[in-house]
């Protein structure tokens, strides 16, 4: 059973920066991928962010540009470094690890972010 918890979250205005992290119970090196979804307000959850276990990066075209996937492995840890945040930015981030069969396993909390005035 892994456990996964995501931090870093808060409110920040147009145009600030946040560090989202991710650290897991377990290594991550027995996942395929580690990914980063959000999920706003009335939406449904999105895929944003994912990084492999080769570290292949892929972003959602609504964050490409702007947002950065890595992981420290020895840490057992993701970040998602998000730059240049937009009001429509604002959701619930949640940190998923992806098995070798490229399914999603286990999930994290969430860490609300909000980007206002």
């Known amino acids: 059973q892994v456990q996964v918890v995501e931090s870093g979250g808060g409110l920040v205005q147009p145009g600030g920066s946040l560090r989202l992290s991710c650290v897991a119970s377990?290594?991550?090196?027995?996942?395929?991928?580690m990914d980063w979804y959000r999920q706003a307000p009335g939406k449904q959850r999105k895929l944003i962010a994912t990084i492999t276990m080769t570290n292949y990066t892929t972003y959602d075209d609504a964050v490409l540009g702007r947002f950065t996937i890595s992981k420290n492995t020895a840490q057992n840890t993701v970040y998602l470094q998000m730059n240049n945040l937009r009001p429509n930015d604002t959701a619930i981030y949640c940190c998923?690890?992806?098995?070798?069969?490229?399914?999603?396993?286990?999930w994290g909390q969430g860490t609300q972010v909000t980007v206002s005035t």
């Open positions: 377990e290594s991550i090196t027995r996942f395929y991928s």
């Open positions: 998923v690890t992806v098995t070798l069969e490229l399914r999603p396993d286990y």
